[in-house]
């Protein structure tokens, strides 16, 4: 059974920056993702990246975030730098079940329970 728990969301003002780890047993699910959720809005992606491939990410976000990935802790990480108030929402770590990894689409992978970020201006 996938197991995927964030943690490290909170409160910041406009151009702070938050880190949020995931740990998860994930094993043989090479494709893991962040995704975000704004009240009444479906969930979008963020940042995501396969197995030993170079990572991806929404335009809205290049050169502010960073995911990365420690194996050995079985951790995924999403550095959120220079954070704006359109960034305030619950964040998601997603591993893929099988399909094309990407973030165009939310099917086929397994959620975390989520952590909120608050972005104040």
């Known amino acids: 059974q996938v197991r995927l728990e964030e943690s490290g969301g909170g409160s910041v003002q406009a151009g702070g920056s938050l880190s949020l780890p995931c740990v998860g047993s994930?094993?043989?699910?090479?494709?893991n993702a962040w995704f975000l959720q704004r009240p009444g809005k479906e969930r979008e992606g963020v940042a995501g990246?396969?197995?030993?491939?170079?990572?991806f990410y929404a335009d809205s976000v290049k050169g502010r975030f960073t995911i990365s990935e420690d194996n050995a802790k079985n951790t995924l990480y999403l550095q959120m730098n220079n954070l704006k108030p359109e960034d305030t929402a619950m964040y998601y770590c997603?591993?893929?079940?099988?399909?094309?990894?990407?973030?165009?689409?939310?099917?086929?992978?397994?959620w975390g329970q989520g952590t909120q970020v608050t972005v104040s201006s």
């Open positions: 997603a591993a893929l079940r099988g399909g094309r990894c990407s973030l165009d689409s939310r099917e086929n992978y397994v």
């Open positions: 990246v396969l197995f030993g491939s170079t990572p």
């Open positions: 994930a094993d043989g699910m090479p494709c």
